[in-house]
Structure formats: structure tokens, C-alpha cells
């Protein structure tokens, strides 16, 4: 394999370290190397909720991939994150993995109305979401505080968070669409194109998006999508997984604040992102 000139000599190291990894087991699909790649990120990504998301999770091994400073396609990335991320762009992967997309699904359309798989409970979501567990874990659900909100949206879904992210769904597109590639040349793939074009197939694929000179055109629309997929997170995280589901006291006070602004603050950088 080689190296793209304009890739930094610290994501060549990490593509090596895949590269070599792919060939020594040729009989994974490349999305099933990413998966397995995971157990070289952190061990905070071998947790349980990792294994009812990605089914079959790996147990930590090394911190291999852990290289928090990495640029890819001109955005400095968190690489552990980024591979992470990447592991949950696909359906499926093997039975595990299929079974647990096809129960949160499920779990989902119960308790949200909107079925949505694990893609959608994970990366830039999951990330949008975090901020608000962390904010009732800590002050509860009976006062709203959005300046506490908005440091731990800074802080747990940053730039370089959802650069990961929506990297790392481009990476899983190109694989989707040529699951022959190398992950390995996939991710340069990704990093000669714009970002602006990720985002921009991002907002399009996901949230559907009408885009007209690098602005969104219904915006109203794509708000109301990103919320209903952080409120789907939140029944399913917090809520089932806790068997919290029935406590709807903070449902109808504090929470659905928490949900508005950490939409918005996911929305001004998909704004930014694509229009730079």
C-alpha cells in the first residue's frame, strides 16, 4: 500500500497498522476488520452498550490506533474515536451484530415511534447525546441550565468529535459502495476529498437535507430529525437500558430543553462544516 503524499506521516502510521492488519485476515470483510480494529482504540469502546451496538465486540488488546491528533481530509481528528465511529456505518456485520441492529430496532419503534438502528444510536448522535446524560446524571431533571449544557457540549461533542464522526460515515459510504475496498484505502480515499462533501452527503443521507449553495434549505426539517434520533438515544440508553422507562417526570420538564439546544449545537456545526 502506498502512502497519499498529503497524508500526515501520524495517520500513515495508523494506515500501516490497518493495512497489515487487513492482510492478515483476508477472509474478513473490510467493515468486520473495523469492527475488529476496535479492540486496538480503547478500552472505553469494549464497554456493554459497545457490545449491544456493534454485536460480537472485541475485549480491549492495545492502544494501537489511540492517536488523538491525527488530520484527515484537512480536520484534525481523534483516530480511536474515528475507528469507533467507523465500526457502526454498517448493518449488520455478522449474526451478533445482526440480531442486536434488528432488537434496537425493534426497542426503538417501541418506545419512540421511529425505528432506528445502532448507526443511529452512535458516532455524531451518540456523541450530541452524551452531553445531556451527563447533565441529568449530575443536576437532575428539575432545572434547566443551559449555560452547564453548552460546556458539556464544548467539551463531549467537539469540532474534532463530530470531524471524526462524519468522517467516519463517509469511509463507511465508500465501503458500502465498494465493499471490496481496502479499509485502508478507503480511509485515504476519504481524506483526498473535501469535507465539505462529507458533510454535505452526511445531511443529505441521514437527515435529508435540501441543499442550495453550502446552505441547508430546510433546516426546520433537519432539526426535527436530529431530535427525534437524540430522543430515540435517550429512551434506549438512559431509559431501557436502566429501566427507567416509565419515570416520565424529567420527559416533561427539563429534558426536552436539554434535546433543543444540544440539536442546535450539532446544527451551527453542520453550518459551519459546510459552508468552510
Same mark, same amino acid.
Request: aromatic letters at 10%; proline letters at 4%.
Given at each position: 500500500?502506498?502512502?497519499?503524499?498529503?497524508?500526515?506521516?501520524?495517520?500513515?502510521?495508523?494506515?500501516?497498522?490497518?493495512?497489515?492488519?487487513?492482510?492478515?485476515?483476508?477472509?474478513?470483510?473490510?467493515?468486520?476488520?473495523?469492527?475488529?480494529?476496535?479492540?486496538?482504540?480503547?478500552?472505553?469502546?469494549?464497554?456493554?452498550?459497545?457490545?449491544?451496538?456493534?454485536?460480537?465486540?472485541?475485549?480491549?488488546?492495545?492502544?494501537?490506533?489511540?492517536?488523538?491528533?491525527?488530520?484527515?481530509?484537512?480536520?484534525?481528528?481523534?483516530?480511536?474515536?474515528?475507528?469507533?465511529?467507523?465500526?457502526?456505518?454498517?448493518?449488520?456485520?455478522?449474526?451478533?451484530?445482526?440480531?442486536?441492529?434488528?432488537?434496537?430496532?425493534?426497542?426503538?419503534?417501541?418506545?419512540?415511534?421511529?425505528?432506528?438502528?445502532?448507526?443511529?444510536?452512535?458516532?455524531?448522535?451518540?456523541?450530541?447525546?452524551?452531553?445531556?446524560?451527563?447533565?441529568?446524571?449530575?443536576?437532575?431533571?428539575?432545572?434547566?441550565?443551559?449555560?452547564?449544557?453548552?460546556?458539556?457540549?464544548?467539551?463531549?461533542?467537539?469540532?474534532?468529535?463530530?470531524?471524526?464522526?462524519?468522517?467516519?460515515?463517509?469511509?463507511?459510504?465508500?465501503?458500502?459502495?465498494?465493499?471490496?475496498?481496502?479499509?485502508?484505502?478507503?480511509?485515504?480515499? !476519504?481524506?483526498?476529498?473535501?469535507?465539505? &462533501?462529507?458533510?454535505? @452527503? $452526511? /445531511? %443529505?443521507? =441521514?437527515?435529508? +437535507?435540501?441543499?442550495?449553495?453550502?446552505?441547508?434549505?430546510?433546516?426546520?426539517?433537519?432539526?426535527?430529525?436530529?431530535?427525534?434520533?437524540?430522543?430515540?438515544?435517550?429512551?434506549?440508553?438512559?431509559?431501557?437500558?436502566?429501566?427507567?422507562?416509565?419515570?416520565?417526570?424529567?420527559?416533561?420538564?427539563?429534558?426536552? !430543553?436539554?434535546?433543543?439546544?444540544?440539536? &442546535?449545537?450539532?446544527? @451551527? $456545526? /453542520? %453550518?459551519? =462544516?459546510?459552508? +468552510?
Amino acid at each position: 500500500m502506498s502512502v497519499h503524499p498529503s497524508t500526515n506521516e501520524a495517520l500513515a502510521k495508523m494506515l500501516r497498522f490497518i493495512d497489515n492488519y487487513q492482510q492478515q485476515h483476508p477472509k474478513r470483510s473490510s467493515i468486520q476488520v473495523a469492527r475488529s480494529l476496535r479492540a486496538y482504540t480503547r478500552p472505553v469502546y469494549a464497554d456493554r452498550f459497545w457490545e449491544l451496538v456493534a454485536g460480537n465486540n472485541p475485549d480491549f488488546i492495545a492502544g494501537e490506533l489511540d492517536n488523538s491528533t491525527v488530520v484527515m481530509s484537512e480536520q484534525l481528528i481523534d483516530f480511536a474515536h474515528f475507528m469507533a465511529s467507523l465500526s457502526d456505518q454498517s448493518w449488520g456485520g455478522n449474526v451478533a451484530s445482526t440480531v442486536s441492529d434488528g432488537l434496537l430496532w425493534l426497542a426503538s419503534k417501541a418506545v419512540s415511534g421511529r425505528g432506528f438502528d445502532s448507526r443511529e444510536y452512535t458516532a455524531a448522535i451518540g456523541d450530541t447525546a452524551q452531553p445531556i446524560e451527563v447533565y441529568l446524571d449530575k443536576h437532575g431533571g428539575q432545572t434547566y441550565q443551559p449555560d452547564v449544557l453548552a460546556d458539556l457540549l464544548h467539551r463531549f461533542a467537539s469540532d474534532q468529535d463530530y470531524a471524526s464522526d462524519l468522517l467516519a460515515y463517509r469511509v463507511g459510504r465508500l465501503l458500502a459502495d465498494s465493499p471490496r475496498m481496502p479499509l485502508a484505502e478507503a480511509i485515504q480515499t !476519504a481524506d483526498r476529498l473535501p469535507y465539505a &462533501d462529507a458533510v454535505a @452527503a $452526511y /445531511l %443529505t443521507d =441521514a437527515f435529508g +437535507a435540501q441543499l442550495a449553495e453550502q446552505q441547508i434549505e430546510n433546516i426546520d426539517g433537519v432539526k426535527t430529525r436530529i431530535y427525534e434520533r437524540i430522543r430515540a438515544y435517550l429512551l434506549i440508553k438512559r431509559d431501557a437500558l436502566r429501566a427507567s422507562l416509565l419515570n416520565r417526570t424529567y420527559w416533561r420538564q427539563v429534558r426536552p !430543553a436539554l434535546m433543543r439546544q444540544a440539536t &442546535d449545537h450539532f446544527v @451551527a $456545526y /453542520l %453550518t459551519r =462544516a459546510l459552508a +468552510a
